[in-house]
Structures are given as C-alpha cells and as structure tokens.
C-alpha cells in the first residue's frame, strides 16, 4: 500500500503544520531529552490538536546518526508516538545516515525523514567538500533512492538565506519530481531580515511551480525568527519549524508556544481573509503545561518576560490593572489559555492591591492599617533588594498588625 503523506496533503490545503525541533535541534541549545520525555512531548503536543495531531505536527525525534542511544531514543519515539504526530528522523546528505534514519522511524505511521543539503558553495564546502549545485543535486538523488513507500522524505536546504533563488527553486522541483514530500528552506545562520525572506520564498515558490510544497527554518539569530516566520507564512508556506521556548542552535528558533497562539488568535490577519489554518484548532490552554513540561526536561527556566507561557502571564501588582485588568492584558489569561491571575505583592502595590491580598490571606484591614502594610510592602521589597513580598512573610507582618490595633 502506497504512504500518504499527510503533511503535504494539510499544507497543500491550507492548512498549518509545525514542524517540531525542540528535541532535535533544541539539543544544540545544550540541552538534551530523555527518549521518555521526548515520547511525552510528542504526544502531548499532538493532543492539542485531537485526532489530527500527525496532520498539524512532525515531531523531529532526533538525528540518529549522532550515536547509539540517540537512534534508540529515535525508535522509541517512532514507536510510542505512533498515531499522535508524524515522528521525522533528521540525516545529513549521505547515503548511510539516509539508510539509518529511514531505519529508525520505519513502521511507524505518519513517518518521515528529513535529508539536510546545503545550498551554497561555502556551506557545500564546509559540509561535504563540493559545490552547493552538486550538493544539490545529490540530495535530490539521495530523495529518489530513499522512497521506498514506507516513509516520507522531505528535504532542507542549508544556508538559502544566502543561495541563489533561481538555483534552490530548480532544485526543489527536481527533489519534488523525485518524491520529497517537502522542501524547507533555512536561515541557517539567522542573518535574513523580513522583506528578504519574503523575497526567498516567493521567487522559489515561483520557480519551483505548484507541485512543491515548501517550508521555513528560521533561526533567531537577530531576533527576526517570528518575524520571518510570518513573513513566509504570507508568502503561502504552511510548513513551519518552531521550537517549544525557542530552543534551537545558538539563539534558537521561532518559539512554538507563540506561533501557535499567534495563528489560533490571529488566523485572518496573519494568513488572509479566507484562511483555514486548521482541521483541528490547537487547544491553547494545553500551552502553559507543555512549556513548563520542556522547561523541566531541559533545565531552561520560564521567565517573567516569557511570552504567552512566561510567570508574567496574568499577573497583576499595581493599582490600575488591579482595578481594570481587561484595558492592560491582551487576552484574558484566565480563558485563553487556563491560567488563573494572580495579585502580587511588590514595592509597586497600591493600597487596593495590599488590601486585597491581606483579605486573600485572612485579614481585613481598616485604612490605617492598609496604608502602614503597604509601607512595609515597599521598605521590605527594598531592604530585601526583591521586588516580590512573599506571602508569608507578609502574613507574619499583619499578625503583629492586626495585634496591635
């Protein structure tokens, strides 16, 4: 029986697929997944979108060329992760690392195998010691050989943010016409700016004619990997690599918690008038969980400032936003994505803010005593050089309050 692929049947309608690194290129940020974590993510992240999870996401479980256990680690994921997500291996241009991708995810549904090329003369060179046509072409090769019916093969040019247009879309007809599934382009070094990733996927997608269906791996080198992530998604691809909390080479890839919030909340403005990114639209409120899943598997910590996912989100410590949360927020937290909001105490508090975590604690406080609590806020957060009051420390203080009056 012939493979279906399904992520080039969901791009080719419109639809989105992320394009999952956080396992395999995350690993570059230093930081590594246990083969059970990785099983977890990737059913988890497939569960955002039901029973559509293998046609919304490929799950890149790893580059099993790298040793023994990263192959197992592979396997295991093609294995567990069956029916969730579309589980890709990632091989370099050559015949062996093919073989043993294609080893490493067979007889899994939905698999797929990602055969990386570089497309200019210096990355050929430094890669593999030839020219960016010859290397190429021997990636489209290697497509051929590789469609065996079992598995799908997709194919990334390395460095198209610096080759030429005209070239990479002869290619990508040539490795479409031999099977690839998808084409992805990488801003390998993330040195491109918007307008000129733009530029890059219209002429190839031009050049490369309606039969190839590309995609985007933007690095975020100079902070522009969002940014050019909508600017390809605008240009019509709809194969999108991301990574949960950016984690990817250097400074990373787009951040899959974004991309996924941005198109569920946006699908209009980012992607037309008509668009239909979904077949089932990602469950936000999963969000915040898988974030914090990544964050323990790898050791990198949410921050304050994090979008979407951050410890920031929801929060509230002064007296306005205390008063009219809706007129400060972009969203409501508490519906969006399932998180409750939550008052701090901080040396910003207003006397509505200190009031209502007193009473949240247990006490009620007449007005003289909201105004000496909320000066001992502000002298504690400051003698303590923390911006943040804990709680109950702050009960201990209104005990000797309340005492005294």
Same mark, same amino acid.
């Given at each position: 029986?012939?493979?279906?692929?399904?992520?080039?049947?969901?791009?080719?309608?419109?639809?989105?697929? @992320?394009?999952?690194?956080? +396992?395999?290129?995350?690993?570059?940020?230093?930081?590594?997944?246990?083969?059970?974590?990785?099983?977890?993510?990737?059913?988890?992240?497939?569960?955002?979108?039901?029973?559509?999870?293998?046609?919304? @996401?490929?799950?890149?479980?790893? $580059?099993?060329?790298?040793?023994?256990?990263?192959?197992?680690?592979? &396997?295991?994921?093609?294995? %567990?992760?069956?029916?969730?997500?579309?589980?890709? +291996? @990632?091989?370099? =241009?050559?015949?062996?690392?093919?073989?043993?991708?294609?080893?490493?995810?067979?007889?899994?549904?939905?698999?797929?195998?990602?055969?990386?090329?570089?497309?200019?003369?210096?990355?050929?060179?430094?890669?593999?010691?030839?020219?960016?046509?010859?290397?190429? +072409?021997?990636?489209?090769?290697?497509?051929?050989?590789?469609?065996?019916?079992?598995?799908?093969?997709?194919?990334?040019?390395?460095?198209?943010?610096?080759?030429?247009?005209?070239?990479?879309?002869?290619?990508?007809?040539?490795?479409?016409?031999?099977?690839? =599934?998808?084409?992805?382009?990488?801003?390998?070094? #993330?040195?491109?700016?918007?307008?000129?990733?733009?530029?890059? $996927?219209?002429?190839?997608?031009?050049?490369? =004619?309606?039969?190839?269906?590309? #995609?985007?791996?933007?690095?975020?080198?100079?902070?522009?990997?969002?940014?050019?992530?909508?600017?390809?998604?605008?240009?019509?691809?709809?194969?999108?690599?991301?990574?949960?909390?950016?984690?990817?080479?250097?400074?990373?890839?787009?951040?899959?918690?974004?991309?996924?919030?941005?198109?569920?909340?946006?699908?209009?403005?980012?992607?037309?008038?008509?668009?239909?990114?979904?077949?089932?639209?990602?469950?936000?409120?999963?969000?915040?969980?898988?974030?914090?899943?990544?964050?323990?598997?790898?050791?990198?910590?949410?921050?304050?400032?994090?979008?979407?996912?951050?410890?920031?989100?929801?929060?509230?410590?002064? #007296?306005?936003?205390?008063? %009219?949360?809706?007129?400060?927020?972009? $969203?409501?937290?508490?519906?969006?994505?399932?998180?409750?909001?939550?008052?701090?105490?901080?040396?910003?508090?207003?006397?509505?803010?200190?009031?209502?975590?007193?009473?949240?604690?247990?006490?009620?406080?007449?007005?003289?005593?909201?105004?000496?609590?909320?000066?001992?806020?502000?002298?504690?957060?400051?003698?303590?050089? &923390?911006?943040?009051?804990?709680?109950?420390?702050?009960?201990?203080?209104?005990?000797?309050?309340?005492?005294?009056?």
């Amino acid at each position: 029986m012939s493979y279906r692929d399904v992520v080039r049947e969901s791009a080719a309608a419109g639809r989105v697929v @992320v394009w999952e690194e956080a +396992a395999r290129d995350g690993a570059q940020a230093k930081t590594l997944m246990g083969a059970g974590q990785r099983v977890r993510l990737a059913r988890e992240q497939g569960a955002m979108f039901g029973a559509d999870g293998p046609r919304h @996401v490929v799950f890149a479980a790893g $580059f099993p060329a790298v040793c023994a256990e990263e192959y197992e680690a592979v &396997r295991q994921v093609a294995a %567990e992760a069956e029916g969730c997500v579309s589980v890709a +291996a @990632v091989c370099r =241009g050559a015949a062996g690392d093919v073989d043993q991708a294609l080893a490493s995810v067979r007889g899994s549904a939905h698999a797929r195998v990602m055969v990386v090329v570089p497309a200019t003369d210096a990355m050929a060179g430094a890669m593999v010691h030839t020219t960016g046509r010859a290397a190429l +072409a021997a990636g489209a090769d290697l497509v051929a050989r590789a469609r065996d019916g079992h598995v799908a093969v997709d194919v990334c040019f390395a460095d198209a943010s610096r080759a030429d247009h005209g070239l990479m879309a002869e290619y990508a007809a040539r490795s479409t016409a031999a099977g690839a =599934g998808v084409v992805l382009l990488a801003d390998t070094v #993330g040195c491109q700016l918007p307008a000129d990733c733009a530029a890059m $996927f219209e002429a190839v997608a031009a050049g490369a =004619g309606p039969e190839t269906v590309l #995609g985007s791996h933007l690095h975020n080198d100079l902070g522009l990997g969002l940014a050019n992530s909508m600017r390809a998604l605008a240009a019509g691809v709809r194969v999108i690599s991301s990574s949960w909390l950016g984690l990817a080479e250097r400074t990373g890839l787009v951040a899959t918690e974004q991309l996924l919030f941005l198109l569920a909340r946006h699908p209009e403005a980012l992607l037309g008038p008509d668009a239909q990114p979904w077949w089932t639209a990602p469950d936000l409120t999963r969000l915040p969980g898988l974030a914090a899943q990544v964050s323990a598997a790898t050791g990198v910590p949410l921050t304050v400032t994090t979008p979407i996912v951050g410890s920031g989100v929801g929060t509230i410590s002064t #007296g306005t936003p205390f008063v %009219e949360p809706r007129i400060f927020q972009p $969203f409501d937290p508490r519906e969006v994505l399932g998180v409750e909001p939550q008052v701090l105490l901080t040396h910003l508090a207003s006397a509505r803010v200190v009031a209502a975590v007193a009473e949240r604690l247990g006490y009620r406080l007449g007005r003289e005593q909201v105004r000496a609590a909320m000066a001992w806020v502000k002298a504690h957060a400051y003698r303590a050089g &923390r911006a943040t009051v804990d709680e109950a420390t702050f009960a201990g203080y209104l005990d000797g309050l309340t005492v005294a009056r």
